[in-house]
């Protein structure tokens, strides 16, 4: 199972930014797929799920402003973040759980002015 993350960057708080993360080596129209994200010295966060029927989930901090969605013709799951605040800066994961937990090295993702 590989899963290679991309679309991170810099940004102004306000902004918007779409990270993408490419799934090979899993049937990836059935799993759910998983977003996280991480600053230095707190737990991974749960930011956003999808299922493998589109149904959606999203942590409180980030909902009304992120929409994940997937492309399961191009085994990618994809996560729109809009009006970025500063508290958004982290490392975000891609994520899935296939007999074992499965993670992408990460994007930096930095809110600042």
């Known amino acids: 199972v590989q899963l290679v993350e991309s679309g991170g960057g810099l940004v102004q708080p306000g902004g918007s930014l779409r990270l993408s993360c490419a799934a090979s080596g899993i049937i990836f129209r059935i799993v759910t797929m998983n977003w996280y994200r991480q600053t230095p010295g707190k737990q991974r966060e749960l930011v956003a799920f999808?299922?493998?029927?589109?149904?959606?989930n999203y942590a409180d901090s980030v909902r009304g402003r992120f929409t994940i969605s997937r492309d399961n013709a191009k085994n990618t799951v994809y996560l729109q973040m809009s009006s970025l605040k500063p508290e958004d800066t982290a490392v975000y994961y891609c994520n899935v759980f296939v007999t074992d937990n499965y993670w992408g090295q990460g994007t930096q993702v930095t809110v600042s002015s």
């Open positions: 999808i299922t493998s029927g589109g149904s959606t």
